[in-house]
């Protein structure tokens, strides 16, 4: 009986600890810190947007606005050589993978993630992502008629058509 104390002990001890290693609910913080991976989707992201240096505790520095075309090379940039935080398979997000890091909210209550519909209010997990400016990113998706999507973090509607010329923020992703 003792024994088996013990096991459920150790079960709960190991569970609580995975629970209070997530930050905001979801993220695992990866060991250079610079990177965190979904909990519930496995994708691994960049903690700061591209322009950014992770410093250990918060990310440091302005986001480089960069237009569709820089963006790409960016990632090229990102995969070559050393990559970021070691990997080398880094690309950017659909709009539906960086939508996903989206919480909207009514009032004060959370009544959804992603966001695919107006919300009163949105918001990003900010302990995981710090320094996030809300503004517009690329994603890799496109519109019916081609034109790349962005995602906005500032208002609704959160997903937008851009002028690949137009100076966006980046953040990649890898699986």
Known sequence: MLLLASALTLTFRSFAQLTNNLVDGRYLIQSSGATVKDARTGLTWMRCSVGQKWDGADCQGAPERLTLSDAMKRVADFNSGKGYAGDTNWRVPSRDELGGLLICFH???????????????????????????DR????????????????????????????????????LVRE
């Open 107 to 133: 009032e004060a209550e959370i009544v959804q993630e992603g966001c695919h519909t107006q919300p009163v209010g949105t918001g990003v997990a900010y302990t995981a992502f710090p320094g996030i400016p």
């Open 136 to 171: 517009a990113y690329w994603t890799s998706s496109r519109a019916s008629d081609g034109s790349p999507v962005s995602i906005l973090f500032d208002t609704a509607p959160l997903y937008g058509f851009s002028d690949p010329d137009e100076g966006l923020y980046l953040r």
